[in-house]
């Protein structure tokens, strides 16, 4: 690990990185058995997550991630599926973020988590394998949960299920002010908006300020049961209310994936969205519209879990760059 | 304008200064707002600074444009120049031209930074080539050692030189350390 270069891949060597790792990516899913699917890039909705924003293509939204149309796809009988997704997400742009990517996402049946943290772990070796940088590969994962990191880290001993006030109140100082200063504009936002405004802002915050230092000492990482407020899309655990089955992968302080046990309860996750639209509100921000046909749907999904890995990211680690730029297919002009 | 605009290069104005970004990192730690962290660049000054912005705010543009000007006179006015272009003229302060007023030789190319239309800085050429115009005389033959003596230029400055350059040489100055480069041979 940890051994990168400067500069860009020459193009002959872009498009024998991309080939080897898509082919790296679809031997593994096809010897574990999931079929291959290809869902629509423009939808009528997306998943209504807090700081991402579609990019319009009217009369709808370019995907922002497949989740939805891949768990309808599941209802409707589909077992084990995987798709390499072409994604959008409005205005994000940096050495490690491009408005347009690429999401490996897979769903497995069954509500675990642990088999698509192992998928994970075979997929990188595969793609560093398949690309030549075997020796770099991570060589260690470790997994790590979200209470037990965050006391380590900054002190605090967190339950997850606290409100926006008892957050705040059990945070050091630092950290209890980025979430006062977040909470500030949302004096007038129900408590379930205020809770998941608090508890993003300090995740947010965290991780910036303990969490991304921590994971550069480790090789991968996967941050495991997060506080419920930061459920997302994942189901929360039955005997520990306090906590959500989301992880999170990291390989040498980079966000790889994200995965959910998933939920399958519409109510519950209408009032996410619902909660969600609300935080974007306050940001000034239009409400997204929620997909009913995907909530109406929500009900027969089998149970299961779903992952999404950014393929760009993992290439770009393969190729020993730092940039997503140095080995994108992207020829400019666009 | 809104945040997601910034890009390294990108002039931002903050508490009345114009400032250029000359580091620019997007993140957006643990999924939660996005972070535009900048190292900004007075254009004045050149102080350096850090400033993170978060994803939604704004931030305002700063209105500088570079022109390049000619070097015309001073007078009790400041140090005139005439854009190149439009052959306006305009004077400059003293403290605005500061120590760069020792190389403005007469007609030299410059560019004159302009914030909110005012001009607020000037910048020479990297290097410039002036003539001796007193000095003691030349050691002949001493080119290996490193002693220096002080010579004056056509602008009154007074610089370093090595013990072989004679009054009437040209040397190559670099005009951001006022250090003597090397003479050039006409």
């Known amino acids: 690990m940890t051994q990168t270069e400067l500069g860009g891949l020459a193009w002959p060597a872009r498009v024998q990185i991309w080939d080897a790792a898509l082919a790296a990516v679809r031997g593994y899913f096809r010897d574990q058995g999931l079929r291959e699917v290809s869902t629509p890039v423009r939808l009528r909705a997306v998943a209504v997550e807090p700081f991402i924003d579609p990019i319009a293509a009217p009369p709808g939204l370019l995907a922002t991630s497949p989740e939805l149309a891949m768990k309808r796809l599941l209802t409707r009988g589909s077992g084990p599926i995987f798709q390499v997704a072409h994604v959008f997400r409005r205005a994000e742009v940096g050495a490690r973020h491009s408005e347009e990517f690429h999401l490996v996402e897979w769903y497995r049946l069954g509500a675990d988590l642990d088999p698509l943290l192992a998928d994970v772990e075979a997929i990188v070796e595969r793609v560093f394998d398949a690309t030549g940088t075997k020796g770099h590969a991570p060589k260690t994962w470790q997994r790590v949960r979200f209470r037990d990191v965050v006391a380590s880290t900054c002190g605090a001993r967190l339950r997850g299920d606290e409100d926006a006030e008892a957050l705040t109140a059990a945070l050091p100082p630092a950290l209890a002010a980025e979430v006062v200063a977040a909470l500030a504009p949302a004096h007038d936002a129900d408590p379930a908006a205020r809770t998941l405004l608090a508890w993003t802002a300090f995740f947010s915050a965290w991780s910036d300020m303990f969490f991304e230092t921590w994971l550069k000492g480790h090789e991968g990482t996967h941050l495991v049961e997060f506080p419920r407020p930061l459920a997302a899309l994942a189901v929360v655990d039955a005997a520990d209310r306090g906590l959500a089955r989301r992880a999170e992968c990291h390989v040498g302080g980079l966000e790889i994936a994200n995965g959910y046990v998933e939920l399958r309860d519409p109510a519950e996750q209408r009032r996410r969205f619902a909660a969600v639209n609300q935080l974007r509100r306050v940001h000034g921000e239009a409400a997204l519209p929620i997909d009913d046909d995907f909530l109406g749907e929500l009900p027969g999904l089998p149970p299961c879990a779903g992952i999404a890995l950014g393929l760009d990211r993992l290439i770009t680690l393969a190729a020993g760059r730092t940039r997503l730029a140095d080995v994108s297919l992207a020829l400019g002009g666009a | ?186």
Not at chain 2, 140 to 160: L, M
Request: hydrophobic residues 35%; aromatic residues 8%.
């Open chain 2, 1 to 186: 304008m809104d945040v997601s605009e910034l890009r390294k290069n990108a002039k931002v104005q903050l508490d009345g200064h114009p400032y250029v970004v000359v580091e620019f990192l997007f993140v957006k730690p643990g999924k939660g707002q996005g972070l535009y962290k900048c190292k900004l660049k007075n254009m004045i000054t050149g102080a350096v600074l850090d400033r993170t912005w978060r994803s939604g705010e704004k931030f305002d543009p700063a209105n500088v444009e570079s022109r390049k000007m000619q070097y015309l006179f001073k007078d009790q006015n400041g140090f005139t120049f005439m854009d190149n272009e439009s052959y306006e003229q305009v004077a400059l302060a003293d403290e605005i031209v500061g120590d760069d007023s020792a190389f403005l030789l007469d007609q030299i190319s410059v560019d004159v930074l302009f914030y909110n239309d005012r001009p607020v800085g000037v910048t020479l050429p990297s290097h410039i080539v002036m003539t001796i115009t007193e000095c003691e005389p030349g050691v002949k033959g001493d080119t290996a050692t490193n002693a220096t003596k002080s010579a004056t230029v056509e602008t009154g400055h007074k610089i370093q030189v090595p013990l072989f350059i004679r009054e009437g040489d040209k040397v190559k100055i670099d005009t951001r350390t006022g250090a003597y480069v090397e003479r050039i041979n006409t």
